[in-house]
C-alpha cells in the first residue's frame, strides 16, 4: 500500500515536495511514479522512477521543474516540485509496478494499474 502526502497550497513559482511512503519491505523491487489528475481532466503520468533510481521519466510538463527521487532505506520516494504553475493544480497519487519500465509506468500506468491512494492535493493559487 502506498500513501501520499505533501500536498497543499503555494503561489505560482513556489515549491512542494510530496512524499509516497510504502507500507512494505518489497517496495524496493518496484519502480514507482507519480501521476495526477486535474478537474475534469484524465489521469496522467507526472514522473517515474526504476527500483534503484537509475532510471527516470518525467512528461514533458515536469521536466525541468519537478524531480522524482526514492529513498529505499526509508520505503520512500519523493516528488520535488519548483516553479509550480497554476496548470500544476491537481490531485496527486503515486503507484507502483513490478513489471513495466519507467517510461511505461508512466505513459500506460493509468490504463493497466488498478490500485491507487487516496492522493494529495496540491492547489497552486494567487
Known amino acids: 500500500q502506498l500513501v501520499e502526502s505533501g500536498g497543499g497550497l503555494v503561489q505560482p513559482g513556489g515549491s512542494l515536495r510530496l512524499s509516497c511512503a510504502a507500507s512494505?519491505?518489497?517496495?524496493?523491487?518496484?519502480?514507482i511514479g507519480w501521476f495526477r489528475q486535474a478537474p475534469g481532466k484524465e489521469r496522467e503520468g507526472v514522473a517515474c522512477i526504476s527500483t534503484n533510481g537509475a532510471s527516470l521519466y518525467y512528461s514533458d510538463s515536469a521536466k525541468g521543474r519537478f524531480t522524482i527521487s526514492r529513498d529505499n532505506a526509508k520505503n520512500t520516494v519523493y516528488l520535488q516540485m519548483n516553479s509550480l504553475e497554476l496548470e500544476d493544480t491537481a490531485v496527486y497519487y503515486c503507484?507502483?509496478?513490478?513489471?513495466?519500465?519507467?517510461?511505461?509506468?508512466?505513459?500506460?500506468?493509468?490504463?493497466?494499474?488498478?490500485?491507487w491512494g487516496q492522493g494529495t492535493q496540491v492547489t497552486v493559487s494567487s
Open positions: 503507484a507502483e509496478s513490478a513489471a513495466m519500465t519507467v517510461q511505461a509506468l508512466c505513459t500506460m500506468g493509468t490504463k493497466y494499474l488498478e490500485v
Open positions: 512494505e519491505f518489497t517496495s524496493e523491487y518496484y519502480a
